[in-house]
């Protein structure tokens, strides 16, 4: 989305609010916390128009002010009933945005703030992403802050990011303001990371909490992100008190961080934005990537949220197949010893062939997500080298898993396997991503939630490329920090 140049002109933390006054005042005292919240309510939001940002007479459209379009409709009730929770402060709320569901709670309330990292067992040195409606909280928020003059460079150099992605999926470092934030919110950094969602539902909400929002994923602390929110209902029942429930997100992966306050300036966290489209932008040419895909270690707490610990990561065991690397059956952990030279004789019976028994003696159920080149079922009931396997049965296809706005088709089946006069049979669960990378973007973390719901114990993941530091790039980023093993790699 593009915006005028016009609009950028309010990053500039001395520039004094509209009127001279406050639009977003000091929260007031808020009440007790009470001590258990009972179960967690869904509150249901359809389609609706929210609000609009305020045209101006030299544009159409700016960021400057977000308006939004009250009435008296069951969706905008649910609304300010979440708004009046955070307010409130006693317990997060989750929301959706385009990227995943986040726990928002007033970023100026240091208890509220706990409420998140205690709902989630987010380790405290975390630092989390404030959300904003519009530059004018921009500009309430950075009125008393001083910036060097080398600073206040970088800063303006943040204008080409804002006018071309935001609102979006794309978060910016900016200086912390002076005695604004709860402590909680940066972890003692002396940055904060600020994003203005393309989600109308989520401005609006922080518009009417009239406070940023502090947010981050909606999950319990190293689980999958969550894209629904029966995901968020999972994880944190009976410790949130509203979720607004405004259907699955279509992107499906996190913001990309950037940190622009050095030279060069880096990506700390790939995700919705590409590198790729923010060095198309005068000033960025430069960028570089600033990540790792597996979890840092060290005592201090990380720039941006992703990168010190382990995320996104089911129950399961998660092998990552990357670089065209397809694994054979006996690669499934637990069944090595098995000696596949054996044949299972081509179908025909023989004097070793035994029933196979109702329940796998192993209790081993195997996953298998599928990108853009493996086939079903892997191709393992082939029999290729003598293996004694096969898929002894197979399922009808379902549709069961919600992926953005589309549904992924999954199939179950189990595999037959035999080891001399020893035969049984593993349960497997096939999962086909699709072969396009937004959709795997967004079907990723539902699909890992869907392995965890159906019992798996393993589950083989088909990796991607990830050239060019596209949205590929933050899919196998999450994929990488998922992972318990990574085969295939160089």
């Given at each position: 989305m593009m915006h005028s140049p016009a609009a950028m002109d309010q990053l500039h933390p001395s520039e004094p609010a509209i009127g001279g006054s406050s639009k977003y005042p000091v929260q007031k005292e808020l009440s007790v916390k009470p001590d258990g919240c009972g179960e967690t309510k869904l509150l249901k939001v359809g389609p609706h128009t929210f609000g609009k940002f305020l045209e101006t007479a030299n544009t159409r459209s700016s960021l400057k002010t977000w308006i939004v379009e009250n009435d008296s409709s069951e969706t905008m009730r649910h609304v300010q009933t979440a708004a009046m929770a955070i307010r409130d402060g006693n317990y997060p709320v989750a929301f959706p945005t385009e990227t995943v569901y986040g726990l928002g709670a007033n970023a100026r309330d240091s208890r509220a703030v706990q409420g998140i990292y205690n709902a989630k067992g987010r380790p405290s040195d975390n630092p989390l992403i404030v959300h904003i409606p519009d530059l004018d909280m921009y500009t309430e928020m950075m009125k008393g802050l001083t910036m060097s003059q080398e600073t206040g460079l970088y800063v303006a150099r943040y204008n080409e990011l804002i006018n071309k992605f935001w609102p979006g999926a794309l978060t910016l470092l900016f200086p912390k303001p002076p005695n604004y934030l709860a402590p909680e919110v940066t972890a003692g950094l002396d940055t904060v990371g600020l994003r203005m969602p393309d989600s109308a539902l989520a401005r609006t909400l922080i518009k009417l909490s009239g406070v940023p929002i502090a947010a981050p994923s909606a999950n319990s602390s190293t689980k999958p992100s969550p894209t629904?929110?029966?995901?968020?209902?999972?994880?944190?029942?009976?410790?949130?008190?509203?979720?607004?429930?405004?259907?699955?997100?279509?992107?499906?992966?996190?913001?990309?961080?950037?940190?622009?306050?050095?030279?060069?300036?880096?990506?700390?966290?790939?995700?919705?934005?590409?590198?790729?489209?923010?060095k198309q932008c005068p000033g960025w040419e430069n960028v570089q990537k600033g990540y790792k895909d597996e979890s840092e270690i060290g005592g201090s707490a990380p720039r941006a949220p992703g990168m010190k610990y382990k995320h996104y990561s089911p129950n399961a065991t998660v092998i990552l197949c990357e670089d065209g690397f397809s694994p054979a059956p006996q690669s499934i952990p637990g069944m090595k010893y098995l000696d596949f030279d054996r044949r299972a004789g081509n179908g025909q019976e023989s004097e070793e062939t035994e029933t196979v028994p109702e329940t796998p003696p192993t209790n081993l159920n195997v996953g298998i997500l599928r990108t853009k080149h493996w086939n079903k079922w892997l191709d393992w009931e082939k029999n290729q080298s003598g293996e004694a396997i096969k898929v002894l049965e197979q399922c009808k296809k379902e549709t069961a898993i919600t992926a953005g706005f589309t549904e992924l088709d999954y199939s179950t089946g189990k595999l037959f396997c035999r080891d001399g006069a020893n035969s049984f049979c593993i349960k497997l669960v096939d999962v086909h991503l699709g072969s396009n990378t937004e959709t795997i973007a967004s079907g990723l973390f539902a699909a890992l939630r869907e392995m965890d719901k159906r019992g798996v114990d393993v589950i083989f993941v088909e990796g991607i490329k990830a050239d060019g530091g596209g949205i590929a790039a933050a899919v196998m980023n999450r994929a990488r920090k998922a992972a318990s093993e990574r085969w295939g790699k160089a």
């Open positions: 629904t929110a029966k995901h968020v209902f999972h994880d944190l029942n009976g410790k949130i008190q509203y979720i607004l429930d405004g259907g699955p997100c279509n992107i499906g992966v996190e913001s990309t961080v950037v940190d622009g306050l050095r030279d060069p300036p880096l990506i700390l966290r790939p995700g919705g934005v590409s590198i790729d489209a923010i």
